[in-house]
């Protein structure tokens, strides 16, 4: 099968290449949002600023313009939409060959975990999309995929090899997808964390009636509890995962190396980052701390995620060393 | 709408079935209780702060923290060579940071403090919770609020009816009946020309929360207990020896502080051969070695039956589980004296230093020559030469297998009683005979060959293994395997607990917890409906659920024949209904 694992990394070159076009696209789309609120801003002229507490519907309760008529087409987050589909369907078919290739499930090394976990941080975002509109997030979502992946292509690519014998397991096959799946949930929980602070920053202002206001698009997001309360169901799907992964990976250990817990330095990190999101569930439901602090603890929490993923997986020395590099 | 911080106020219920929340939770009720004076006063409010929002939420942050030295320093009880290793090259700080035990962080005082603060918190937390919440369970739903309109998912519907008095009372029937079919609890609050049912559901909400963080005190429990209670040993096995289940049989032993001498099932077991197989040359990982197996025999209660030890296949003997750690060569080594007198032969494993199998090994002769000897080999599967001379090992299996030892003579020091490791040499006191620094060579030896120990000290042989009729030197030397014998009849336990913990986690973050109402007022040709609905927590479906309750409250209208749809005219829209959908959110 010496072709596909050629074609596997030309796919996946595309893919990166279509993924930074659709970045671009969306990074249009923000822009163009800010010109367009900059333009309504010049017409409207001194018409109240009102913020929505609930955001149940963002361009009205951003700009207070019930009556705006014309409905909002994003034409550029269309595009940037169908570019992030069509970049999909590439690296899914680069994932795929890389599996038959290797003859077993495409998650076994570093520069796998990169093309699986990126894979599900997309199609999470795509499914998403067609039930609420998270465009917003296109820039972070593509401008994270190419980063993850340009790195796994350039830095962790590893040639198809056997598996190792402790990854000869059907764990495998559940425990690594899975603390993938809770990644891409808690990817786009953190993209909304960090959206809802600077919403949350902008909202201060305007009750403060500054002059600025920060970035425009902001203007056409939905308010900042709504926000928070979006990340927040991202958050309690990937922390159930997550858990799930904890026991899964402990059941695991329990075969593979005689113990289910050692604190091995993987098992460290995803059990740190477990009680931080537990903790970012806790301040959510804690006077005082929901708002900006919480989003701060699920920030926090996908920092860990990320540092778990490259930093630990390529320099902590533990049992886990899958990373395929040497 | 997803929050219940709109609660009503205006409402008084018999029995308050909302769950019991610290003072500081989001939804608490904000009372700040200055301590009264006194001992008793200030102690109570002290409990009430341990066992707040706040604290718990403090503690899981600092516990955060607390765990990650563990993962920058190399820990004790998971690797205790890489502390050795850590202590020689920073013997400066080592000590330092050894006082503050970060070298064995989670058996520390400060992080047991933390999570036993942590748990203690949980658990004051917890038990008023599981009190309040059994109460709850037998509350009925509270009394219609007046004016249902305030709510902020709110429907009216006007029906017409010819018999308006009495529809208005068999259409809060059928809601009643329709509720109840939904999983609500009910109760009836009809008054004068009003009549209404309310309806709560969502009570396995709480019940899920209180089971996760009960089981998460069940698995601390079961790990600390479960611990006293288990064992494991390490044994080295090589080729064609046995073990037998006892005590002092094993290299190693860790046990519980519960785990008596005779607690250990009798058995014993053999290591008939080790299988191993390494990726070809010239093929992608290259060298890698895998599908390893320890194939065994073992005696039980006079039963004899054959299994293998692999990489996630423990074999399961006796309530022990027995674990695949390691595995390595044991060259078969003679050694004679001057007189041709065997003083020493044994297989001794080796341990494997990389990936070729490149192994260290000691051989140590205590008796029948004039001193004692010691021999620090190394062994190379497939032997390579490097420019300088030196061996390398190119390739894991046994291709051209090589043994070098260094002679030393002198004192072992292992008649003084202190336990010494049979894989390390300590050469103080002894005299090196052989290799550099010395102007005797090291002796190399192939499989079968024999060579002369230098000041005429006798002979030392290489045995050569093989099975007879062997054509090359697969098998030349024996293969060790590095078991170990694990005992803990607890991770079940944690595993159920576990399992419960996860299973109250979806719960308690997926039911959504919701209180219904819908009431029926009779005007002269009508009957006026109104719906609303009210979120205890996180639920952010609540809007559609009311939406599908007045849908389906029609259809039952509609079929039992009760009032009639009024013609869509006038105010069907819901007063208090969205704001007109936009592009953006397309759910809610
Ligand atoms: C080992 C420590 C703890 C962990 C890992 C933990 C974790 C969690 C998690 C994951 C949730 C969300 C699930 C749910 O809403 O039911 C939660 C909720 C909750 N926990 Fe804890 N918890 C811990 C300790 C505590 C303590 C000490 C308290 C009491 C102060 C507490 C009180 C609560 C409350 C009241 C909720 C409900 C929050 C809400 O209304 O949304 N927990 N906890």
């Known amino acids: 099968m010496l072709e596909l ?35 309504a801003k010049t017409v409207r002229e001194g018409e109240l600023v009102g913020v929505g507490a609930r955001g149940g519907a963002p361009t009205v309760t951003a700009t207070g313009a019930a009556a ?19 970049a999909w369907v590439f690296h899914l078919a680069a994932v795929v060959t890389r599996s038959i290739a290797a003859g077993r499930v495409p998650w076994a090394n570093l520069y796998e975990f990169a093309m699986i976990g990126t894979l599900l941080i997309v199609l999470v975002y795509l499914v998403v999309l067609t039930r609420i509109d998270l465009r917003y997030l296109g820039t972070f979502i593509t401008g994270l995929v190419v980063v993850l992946l340009g790195l796994a292509a350039t830095n962790f690519y590893v040639a198809v090899t056997p598996l190792m014998d402790p990854l000869k397991s059907i764990w495998l096959i559940i425990h690594v997808f899975v603390a993938s799946l809770a990644t891409a949930f808690f990817a786009l929980a953190f993209a909304l964390s960090v959206i809802q602070l600077m919403q949350a920053r902008r909202e201060r202002l305007v009750r403060e009636e500054a002059a600025k206001t920060g970035p425009g698009f902001l203007r056409t997001l939905p308010g900042s509890d709504r926000l928070e309360s979006l990340a927040y169901r991202f958050t309690i799907i990937g922390f159930i995962l997550w858990t799930f992964t904890l026991i899964a990976g402990s059941i695991w250990a329990q075969d593979a190396w005689g113990r289910y817990w050692g604190f091995d330095v993987k098992e460290t990190w995803t059990f740190v980052i477990w009680v931080v999101y537990a903790g970012y569930i806790h301040a959510r439901a804690t006077r005082g701390w929901r708002g900006n602090p919480s989003a701060w603890l699920s920030i926090v929490g996908f920092a860990s995620v990320m540092f778990n993923f490259t930093i630990v997986n390529v320099f902590f020395k533990g049992l886990h060393a899958y990373s395929g590099l040497s | ?73 190399p820990q004790r009880m998971a690797d205790p060579n890489g502390v050795t290793q850590w202590e020689r090259n920073n013997p400066d700080i080592f000590p330092v940071l050894d006082s503050l035990k970060m070298f064995d962080v989670y058996l520390s005082p400060w992080f047991s403090a933390i999570y036993l603060l942590l748990f203690t918190s949980l658990v004051g937390c917890v038990i008023p919770r599981i009190k309040h919440h059994l109460k709850a369970l037998q509350a009925r739903p509270p009394r219609t609020p007046a004016r249902l309109k305030r709510l902020a998912d709110f429907r009216a519907v006007e029906r017409t009816s010819t018999d308006a008095a009495a529809d208005a009372a068999a259409s809060i029937d059928i809601a009643q009946k329709q509720l109840k079919a939904l999983g609500y609890r009910v109760e009836r609050y009809d008054a004068g020309r009003t009549f209404s049912v309310s309806a709560e559901r969502g009570y396995w909400r709480e019940t899920g929360n209180l089971l996760f963080h009960i089981a998460l005190v069940g698995v601390l429990i079961t790990v600390g207990v479960g611990g006293g209670f288990a064992y494991t040993g390490q044994r080295v096995l090589v080729e064609g020896e046995t073990f037998a289940n006892t005590l002092l049989d094993y290299d190693s032993m860790n046990r519980g502080r519960f785990v008596g001498d005779g607690a250990l099932t009798p058995y014993s077991m053999r ?70 007198k065997v003083v020493f032969k044994n297989s001794v494993p080796f341990l494997p230093q990389d990936t070729s199998m490149t192994s260290l090994g000691v051989v140590k002769v205590t008796d029948g ?21 030196a ?198």
């Open chain 2, 271 to 340: 290591l008939d051969s080790f299988d191993v197989t390494y990726q070809p040359f010239g093929e992608p990982g290259s060298g890698q070695a895998g599908d390893f197996s320890a194939n065994v025999t073992l005696k039980e209660n006079g039963d004899t039956r054959t299994g293998s030890v692999k990489v996630n296949h423990p074999l399961e003997v006796g309530g022990d589980r027995i674990y695949l750690l390691g595995n390595g060569y044991a060259p078969t080594i003679t050694v004679r004296n001057a007189d041709g």
């Open chain 1, 5 to 39: 694992t050629v074609i596997s990394p030309v796919l996946l070159w595309t893919a990166i290449a279509i993924y930074a076009a659709s970045f671009v696209a969306y990074a249009f789309d923000l822009a163009r949002r800010s010109q367009a609120t900059a333009d």
């Open chain 2, 369 to 389: 020559m004039p001193e004692q000897l010691g021999l620090l080999g190394f062994f190379y599967p497939t032997t390579g030469v490097l420019d300088t001379g």
């Open chain 2, 1 to 73: 709408m997803s929050s219940s911080r709109s609660d009503l106020n205006d409402q008084k219920d018999p029995v308050d079935t909302d769950p019991l929340r610290p003072s500081d939770h989001i939804d608490g009720d904000d009372t700040i209780v200055q301590p009264k004076l006194g001992f008793v006063g200030w102690l109570r409010w002290g409990w009430r702060q341990l066992t707040s929002m706040r604290t718990a939420l403090i503690l899981l942050l600092v516990l955060a923290i607390a765990a990650i030295p563990g993962s920058i320093f």
């Open chain 2, 391 to 588: 061996f390398f090992s190119a390739y894991g299996d046994l291709t051209n297998p090589t043994l070098t030892l260094d002679v030393y003579s002198g004192d072992l020091g292992i008649n003084e009683g202190t336990p010494r490791s049979v894989y390390v040499l300590d050469t103080t006191g002894m005299t090196k005979l052989t290799g550099r620094t010395t102007d005797v060579e090291s002796i190399k030896l192939t499989p079968g060959k024999t060579a002369d120990l230098p000041n005429g000290l006798g002979t030392v042989t290489f045995e050569d293994e093989s099975p007879a009729g062997a054509t090359d030197l697969t098998h030349s030397v024996k293969r060790f395997a590095s078991l170990q014998i694990h005992h803990d009849a607890s991770s079940v336990w944690v595993l159920v607990f576990a399992l419960l913990a996860l299973g109250g986690l979806m719960l308690a973050l997926f039911v959504p917890r919701r209180r219904v109402w819908v009431k029926a007022t009779h005007s002269g040709d009508g009957v006026a409906l109104e719906y609303a609905g009210l979120a205890r927590g996180e639920d952010p479906t609540l809007g559609a659920a009311v939406d599908d309750l007045v849908a389906g409250h029609a259809r039952l209208l509609d079929a039992a024949g009760v009032t009639a749809a009024r013609e869509a005219e006038d105010e069907s829209e819901p007063p208090a209904s969205e704001p007109p959908a936009s592009d953006t959110p397309k759910v809610d």
């Open chain 1, 68 to 86: 705006d008529p014309a409905p909002q087409r994003f034409v550029m987050a269309r595009i940037g939409t169908s570019l992030t589909i069509l």
